[in-house]
């Protein structure tokens, strides 16, 4: 049986990489890209920065910089308006996950037209679509190198997870400077979200060799730099692995698929309004200690990568290793509970079943080494809140 694998087509890597975008534009052939960010970016100069190097090699760019964390159906009209107004011929997604998806739904609602929802997973879209180019400022979503966009459906506070070859950036720059002044919460919560990824790329009923190989890089170096990272921003080395581990592992879950943390995470964010990797890292101790049973070796072979066990350690006492030392790290990166965040324990409780079934509905679940029942994935809920 063989696997599809699906990468951007060129990736330019490395401190000062920001500085080839215009070359990256030019061997798309395009002119006249939209820059999709936010205020903060606008704020700290460094749109002006990629402005005046796109302009320097002859491109018209303009810029929309009213995205919101956690794109919602809503937030897309204004974009698509910014895109039609300038007649953009491509989107740079310039910023953290929420630019980066923002700009994926932008290429392809603008000219395929309809309405988000019409691309919820399990539909695949492979149909036409702007090219994206993505530049991360984080390291953590992964979203420069996925072949997915996550929106919420502004109606129903719905997280839709969208699929298919038209979200996936055609050409990505990685610069790790950009990430130096990222402050320590945001730097573990992405942190995390890039670890979830990776672990879960590798546990996933979906994965393959190639997918593998990611994910157990990456797991190796975030397990070695993310607490570096989180201590000390300014540490560049630290800042390039994450980075690179960050893109590793968007590519490992691109091509193979998240499972049941990112299926019960995207109700949290919805509904609570929690980024997307802080919501990841409240469930990931839990949710490993519940899959274990399901497939003991790959959670013993990602304890043995995190640095959690060695090659001779036993795939039983490795893969609780791994649980011990995921808790750790969310106690050692400050990670809230649920409660602890702030979220009220009726709301929580009331909206459980319907968390329980959108999770469910996602797909994500599915590809989880043990397959849960809602009830289960309400039992988990209730069990993280505290």
């Known amino acids: 049986m063989s696997t599809q694998v699906a990468l951007p087509r060129f990736t330019r890597i490395g401190a000062g990489a920001i500085e080839d975008i215009g070359g990256v534009i030019d061997q798309l052939g395009v002119r006249r890209p939209l820059l999709v960010t936010d205020k903060y970016l606008t704020s700290t100069g460094v749109v002006d ?14 810029v929309f910089d009213d995205t919101v964390p956690d794109p919602t159906t809503d937030s897309l009209t204004p974009g698509l308006r910014a895109v039609s107004e300038h007649r953009a011929d491509s989107v740079i997604g310039f910023g953290g996950g929420s630019p980066i998806d923002t700009a994926k739904a932008l290429a392809v609602l603008s000219i395929q037209g309809g309405h988000m929802r019409d691309y919820k997973a399990p539909r695949v879209y492979t149909g036409p679509a702007l090219p994206i180019i993505a530049i991360p400022t984080t390291a953590g979503s992964g979203s420069e190198a996925t072949q997915f966009t996550i929106i919420s459906d502004s109606a129903s506070d719905e997280k839709m997870l969208c699929i298919g070859l038209s979200f996936l950036p055609i050409a990505t720059v990685i610069d790790y400077e950009l990430t130096v002044t990222m402050p320590p919460r945001l730097t573990a919560d992405t942190g995390i979200d890039a670890l979830t990824h990776a672990i879960e790329a590798y546990v996933s009923k979906k994965a393959n060799p190639l997918s593998d190989g990611l994910a157990l890089a990456a797991i190796r170096t975030i397990g070695q730099q993310l607490r570096t990272a989180y201590a000390d921003g300014t540490d560049t080395v630290a800042r390039n692995a994450m980075m690179t581990a960050a893109t590793q592992a968007g590519m490992a879950f691109s091509n193979s698929s998240v499972a049941l943390v990112h299926g019960m995470s995207r ?8 980024a997307h990797g802080l919501s990841n890292a409240m469930l990931l101790p839990a949710i490993t200690t519940f899959s274990v049973p399901g497939n003991e070796i790959r959670y013993a072979d990602c304890a043995r990568a995190f640095g959690a066990a060695t090659v001779s350690t036993a795939d039983s006492d490795a893969a609780q290793s791994l649980v011990d030392a995921l808790s750790e790290l969310c106690r050692d990166l400050k990670v809230p509970t649920p409660s602890v965040f702030g979220i009220d324990r009726a709301r929580w409780d009331a909206l459980t079943p319907l968390m329980a079934r959108q999770a469910l509905d996602s797909g994500s679940p599915a590809n989880n080494p043990v397959v849960p029942t809602a009830a289960q994935i309400e039992a988990l809920y209730a069990e993280v809140f505290d």
């Not at 920065?49 to 018209?60: F, H, N, P, S, T």
Request: charged share 25%; glycine share 10%.
């Open 49 to 62: 920065r990629v402005l005046e190097i796109l302009r320097a090699a002859g491109k018209d760019p303009a």
């Open 267 to 274: 109700p949290i964010g919805a509904h609570f309004h929690v």
